[in-house]
């Protein structure tokens, strides 16, 4: 069963920097996609950044320029590097994966993001 554990959440004054790390119990060339999404109270979970198989990366709008994602295949580990935070950032983070052709979905457990002064 591949299980994916997310680290990294804090609390951050706006302006500020975190790294988010999520570490999978399966090799990362497993993967078709991996992501991070977040979800606040009350609100559906949005997609903030994929990386694919080969690489590439695509990341929501509001993230673009100061979110980056990455893949570390010797630690089996994907993360965001957030910077210059804002407010409207705070959420708890998810790490997801899909494996497969029908693209089965893995999810972690969630960390949680708090951007306040």
């Known amino acids: 069963q591949v299980q994916l554990v997310e680290s990294g959440g804090d609390l951050v004054q706006p302006g500020g920097s975190l790294r988010l790390s999520c570490t999978a119990t399966?090799?990362?060339?497993?993967?078709?996609?991996m992501s991070w999404y977040r979800q606040v109270p009350g609100k559906q979970r949005e997609l903030v950044a994929t990386i694919f198989r080969y690489g590439s990366s695509k990341y929501t709008d509001s993230v673009k320029g100061r979110f980056t994602i990455s893949r570390d295949y010797a630690k089996n580990t994907m993360s965001l590097q957030m910077n210059s935070l804002k407010p409207e950032d705070t959420a708890v983070y998810y790490c997801n994966g899909q494996i497969g052709d029908g693209g089965t979905d893995y999810w972690g457990q969630g960390t949680q993001v708090t951007v306040s002064s």
């Open positions: 399966e090799s990362l060339f497993q993967f078709n996609t």
